[in-house]
């Protein structure tokens, strides 16, 4: 098992109870048959347990998305129940946590890539990690996937990564960034990339992009895109910062005169020496000079003390950096290499599936849950498929699962959470078929099919006037719709569940 035992405690020290209800649900966490039944106490138990680990997978759902203008929910259907996440109405509108263990611990490899194009909240993403697999999840919205890495940082990067500091590279001397010193003498060309052709390499780590754009930013792969004149778009013509000592300066640009050797060694970045400053002008050490790029890296405390123990003559020293922090440096220097190296949290990328498939990573596993057509609206966005008719809706529909599909290593299977809504006369649009024909044309076998049983929640409130009205019956299920790519043997030769 991974991080997170499957009975005993979780990773905060809760108690997660066991299921001992015979053999077969020992082995499989519960008994793998095609009802799923979330009001059960064990299902229970467990999700809370899951959700005590910090999960909060509504973040970045609340707010404008959700609050009446671009969050609508469409009339034929069964009222506010069953929204496009599926998980709206129970009280807690989290994606199930435990459906998400099973599916992963049921369906897909150890170690193993899930890929999932509407990604959503964290949930899937951080339990994937925490069960040792990788997690690649796609959406538009740009607030959701921020709320995501803040959640996987927080719960995945607990622990701080131990670095060492060379004192004779933070020793280098430098002028420092006075604006003065920037306007007349080095034009902060440390902004700018003498090898690059478009005259800059401003790297955003996907937690930081929607507040880039936010702040004005265009962003392509992970790349800030530059001006027409080359330059970073937010320079000045004094190549002053727009974002100095706001919030909104890229982490790669603070931390930039720093980075980490082979040998996790603090150093200074080699082209630095290389730029004006470098011996010019006041001459101070770089651990002075580029104090606020450690406070980033190590907080105000820490870096206190490593300036008195290098300012005392101190050799090399062992210090903690936030993981969060060690996974961004990482990250970046990753990035401008060309590496993918995002092992310990999830990757996430805003943007539509549509175009960012392509760069998905080949996957063991297809787990998402889509829009259910526009019964819940979740922007304005025209590429959002929760915004079109219901034709273009399935056509684009069909064409994410197909790109999906085309990662799908083969004797894999995948997964897709769905529920049918009903049409603006009130009839179902028969879309968990939709969704079964759109696999089965990329040449997948419908392989398992189980209905979720969800929650009652207000229903005996609404179930008398809906039923009186138009004898539509009280929906409490989800689909759960497995598909196979290739053999079901070799398939599950992959998988190997072994628990104990
Ligand atoms: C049903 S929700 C997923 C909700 C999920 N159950 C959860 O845990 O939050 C579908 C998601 O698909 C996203 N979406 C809609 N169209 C998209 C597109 N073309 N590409 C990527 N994401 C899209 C929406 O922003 C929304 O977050
Ligand atoms: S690091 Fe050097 S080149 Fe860059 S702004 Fe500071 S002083 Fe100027
Ligand atoms: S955001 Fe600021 S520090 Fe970063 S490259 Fe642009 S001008 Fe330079």
Redesign the pocket.
């Known amino acids: 098992m991974g991080k997170f035992e499957l009975y005993g405690k979780n990773i905060i020290g809760e108690e997660i109870k066991p299921n001992y209800k015979g053999i077969i649900s020992k082995k499989f966490i519960i008994s793998p048959f095609t009802t799923l039944n979330t009001r059960e106490g064990f299902w229970q138990e467990r999700k809370k347990a899951w959700v005590k680990i910090g999960i909060k997978s509504e973040l970045g759902r609340e707010g404008e998305r959700h609050s009446g203008v671009l969050h609508k929910s469409s009339s034929g259907t069964d009222g506010k129940y069953i929204k496009g996440d599926c998980w709206r109405g129970s009280g807690n509108s989290i994606f199930d946590p435990v459906l998400t263990e099973l599916m992963y611990t049921w369906f897909c490899p150890k170690y193993g890539q899930i890929i999932d194009p509407f990604a959503g909240g964290s949930v899937r993403g951080i339990i994937a990690h925490a069960l040792d697999k990788k997690y690649w999840g796609c959406d538009l919205s740009g607030e959701q996937i921020e709320a995501n890495y803040e959640q996987a940082f927080e719960i995945l990067g607990r622990d701080p990564i131990k670095i060492k500091i060379s004192s004779a590279s933070l020793r280098q001397l430098f002028n420092g960034c006075k604006s003065t010193y920037i306007k007349d003498i080095c034009h902060?060309k440390c902004?700018e990339s003498s090898t690059m052709p478009d005259g800059?390499l401003?790297i955003i780590h996907p937690s930081e992009e929607n507040k880039i754009i936010n702040a004005g930013g265009k962003v392509i792969d992970g790349f800030l895109q530059p001006s027409k004149n080359k330059k970073?778009i937010?320079?000045d013509n004094n190549n002053l910062?727009i974002?100095?000592e706001t919030n909104n300066?890229?982490f790669g640009?603070i931390a930039s005169p720093f980075t980490l050797n082979k040998n996790n060694t603090l150093i200074i970045r080699n082209r630095y020496r290389l730029l004006k400053c470098y011996n010019d002008g006041n001459k101070k050490p770089a651990y002075i000079v580029f104090k606020k790029s450690l406070e980033l890296l190590f907080g105000k405390a820490l870096t206190e003390k490593l300036i008195k123990h290098l300012d005392t003559g101190g050799k090399d020293v062992l210090i903690k950096m936030p993981f969060k922090n060690y996974q961004i440096l990482c990250d970046n220097d990753n990035k401008k290499h060309n590496k993918i190296n995002i092992d310990k949290i999830p990757f996430w990328v805003i943007g539509d599936s549509f175009d960012k498939l392509e760069q998905a990573p080949d996957a063991d596993f297809i787990f998402s849950c889509p829009p259910y057509g526009n019964l819940e609206v979740y922007g304005d966005d025209p590429r959002d498929l929760s915004n079109m008719t219901h034709t273009d809706f399935i056509i684009k529909y069909k064409r994410i699962i197909e790109k999906a599909c085309n990662k799908l290593k083969d004797n894999s299977f995948a997964c897709f959470v769905v529920g049918d809504f009903r049409d603006k006369n009130g009839n179902y649009n028969n879309f968990v078929s939709d969704t079964i024909n759109a696999f089965r044309e990329c040449g997948l076998h419908l392989y398992n099919e189980a209905i979720l049983i969800t929650a009652i929640g207000s229903l005996p409130i609404r179930i008398t006037r809906q039923f009186e009205a138009g004898r539509k019956m009280g929906k409490t299920h989800q689909n759960i719709l497995i598909f196979l790519k290739g053999d079901a043997k070799k398939a599950t030769e992959k998988i190997k569940i072994k628990l104990f």
Do not use: D, N, R, S
């Open positions: 902060a902004c800059v401003i970073c937010f320079k910062c974002l100095h300066k890229p640009c």
